[in-house]
């Protein structure tokens, strides 16, 4: 019988230790997200500030949405009097630290929309760190002339 007893104690603290480890503060944070809407079959662009309340640098590896059939963290890069857009695997933001995804750097290129982009709406998407982290932010839809939020 002390075999049981053991095992349903060890089961309770290994519990406690999951619900004290799921309930630590988030330390990623996504704020001014909005997506440029371009016309016709155009990719568009998401762009976002991520901040890091944390003491360790977090990595920004992922971006979804279920409004769009796909969506890839870029980044602009410029040599001379030409640019080109580079797919990232993942992008560090610094502890105690922001980033800005913004038009000319790193952003978020998503592709095949559901449904037409509507000026004024909003779009969530769901950002993933590379801690297991997950923010999920509303992004307001904004004209392609747009340059910042």
């Known amino acids: 019988m002390k075999t049981p007893r053991k095992l349903l104690l060890a089961a309770l603290l290994c519990g406690s230790s999951m619900q004290a ?4 503060a988030a330390t990623a944070h996504v ?8 016309p016709g079959d155009l990719p568009s662009g998401g762009y976002f500030k991520v901040s890091n309340t944390g003491d ?7 971006v979804g949405s279920d409004a769009f059939g796909m969506a890839m963290l870029h980044q602009t890069q410029s040599q ?10 993942q ?3 610094p502890a105690h630290g922001s980033l800005a ?24 998407l769901t ?3 590379g801690d297991g982290e997950k923010v999920t932010a509303a992004c307001t839809v904004k004209s392609a002339g747009t340059m910042a939020p």
């Not at 998503?110 to 779009?123: A, V």
């Open 56 to 62: 360790q640098p977090v990595n920004l590896v992922a």
């Open 21 to 24: 480890f799921a309930g630590a």
């Open 91 to 93: 992008v560090a933001v």
């Open 80 to 89: 001379g009097s030409t640019s080109s857009m580079a797919m990232v695997d």
């Open 31 to 38: 704020s001014d997200c909005w997506i440029r809407a371009l």
């Open 101 to 124: 995804f913004a038009p000319g750097n790193y952003h978020v290129m998503l592709e095949h929309p559901k449904q037409p982009l509507k000026i004024g709406t909003t779009i969530p």
């Open 127 to 129: 950002f993933s760190f």
